[in-house]
């Protein structure tokens, strides 16, 4: 009975001595996988809706621009877009990654957001 209680004790100690090790490590992970999900996730999902914005223009669409200039589309051609703008109806070329907005979009874009679109 004697060898059970100290065979018990050196197995509890054994395991003490082994989360006393991996404990900081675990806590380390946890603190990885908390970053990642508050931070990460979040922008993936805002990014893949602004993607979703820009491949669901069409013309005839109003939009504004990073810039702030409003508009609407006139042309689309890949990755550009002609915009008509103001009571001349002066068209502007700009990038489909300059796209700020989509009247009744649910997203908006930022200038944080950053413009590169693949």
């Known amino acids: 009975m004697f060898e059970l209680l100290l ?3 050196n197995l509890a100690n054994q395991i003490k001595a082994f989360f006393d090790f991996i404990g900081p490590a675990l806590l380390w992970v946890a603190l990885l996988v908390g970053f990642f999900l508050v931070m990460i996730l979040p922008q993936r999902k805002h990014k893949k809706q602004i993607k979703e914005m820009l491949d669901n223009m069409k013309i005839g669409d109003k939009v504004r621009t990073l810039d702030g200039i409003y508009g609407t589309i ?3 051609e890949n990755d550009k877009i002609t915009l008509t703008v103001g009571p001349d109806k002066v068209k502007l070329v700009f990038a489909k990654g300059a796209i ?3 009247e009744n979009a649910e997203v908006e874009r ?3 957001d950053g413009i590169d679109i693949k």
């Open 7 to 9: 065979m018990s004790d």
């Open 74 to 76: 006139h042309q689309m």
């Open 100 to 102: 700020a907005t989509v």
């Open 110 to 112: 930022t200038l944080e």
